[in-house]
């Protein structure tokens, strides 16, 4: 018997929901087909959050490719098929493999496994994300520095806390649905230990009976509580610099990790601050928005 899981038409971080509630109660063995036929766009966090269902369980899954040419064609310069071919057993027609070059792609979807990959990809996108952040959005220049910081420390938080590799992506479009404006998207997921069993790892942790996910969550991201000793300077800080930086643009960070999602959230945004109680889904799952400016 093999368990259809659909992927939704339009696929970001609040509908990745629906496909870990379908996910959740297939036992662990189960043959699982992902059905991404019907699916017309993905956002950053939708590619990159795939790629970490692949990661959730031992079994390999099967994977059914859009159905939609432009769908197949974005996922493509996206590099998505490019890693999905080696998590999933792929079905259905691809189209013929392509470097991505459409401005849309700040950056396909990067593997980050170790240190060396994240200064890989802060120095690939540096110069295109400037031109992109100044000449598109109507960002200050001063924006390059933090978005670099941002992207950096959220690919770090993958190799030190993670416990195996994640992606990262980023993007840039037209936000119609809220703002009517372009944004630049940051994805970055794993499908690793998370942020509670990260936090729980650290020298002197006592349990707590009020210790869930949604209070890791709080503690990592709001107080930029980290697994390391106070005397390692500057580790488990990027969290903080990052919400620094999206509240200063008045952008969006959303984090999910185990059963809970957190999010800060701008005037022209009405996500949840948090969620709990949400299906388990391993690791720890990021996007970051920052809008165009407003002349």
Request: with cysteine.
């Amino acid at each position: 018997m093999t368990t259809v899981i659909n992927v939704p038409p339009s696929l970001d971080e609040q509908t990745f929901e629906h496909v870990v509630e379908q996910l959740a109660p297939v036992p662990e063995g189960e043959k699982i087909l992902i059905d991404a036929r019907h699916a017309r766009w993905a956002s950053p966090f939708g590619l990159t959050a795939l790629l970490c269902v692949a990661q959730s369980r031992s079994e390999r899954m099967t994977f059914a490719v859009p159905e939609h040419a432009d769908t197949l064609s974005y996922w493509s310069r996206a590099g998505f098929f490019r890693h999905a071919s080696e998590l999933f057993e792929l079905k259905g027609a691809l189209p013929r493999a392509r470097e991505a070059h459409e401005s849309d792609v700040l950056l396909e979807i990067t593997p980050i496994v170790q240190t060396d990959d994240v200064h890989g990809v802060v120095g690939r996108i540096q110069q295109k994300a400037a031109d992109i952040l100044h000449g598109q959005l109507g960002l200050d220049t001063s924006v390059t520095g933090g978005f670099g910081m941002s992207l950096s420390e959220s690919c770090q938080n993958i190799v030190e806390h993670a416990g195996q590799g994640g992606w990262v992506a980023v993007q840039t479009y037209k936000y119609a649905r809220r703002l009517g404006r372009r944004v630049v998207v940051i994805a970055v997921c794993d499908a690793g230990i998370g942020f509670r069993a990260s936090l729980e790892s650290a020298p002197g942790y006592r349990r707590n009976d009020r210790w869930d996910d949604a209070m890791a969550l709080e503690d990592a991201v709001l107080r930029a509580m980290s697994r390391f000793r106070h005397g390692d300077k500057g580790r488990g800080q990027g969290l903080a610099g990052i919400r620094r930086f999206v509240g200063r643009w008045h952008g969006k960070l959303s984090v999910r990790s185990g059963t809970a999602r957190l999010a800060i959230t701008p005037e022209w945004d009405e996500d949840a601050p948090m969620t709990e109680s949400l299906p388990f889904f391993p690791g720890t799952q990021m996007q970051i928005t920052i809008p165009e400016r407003v002349k």
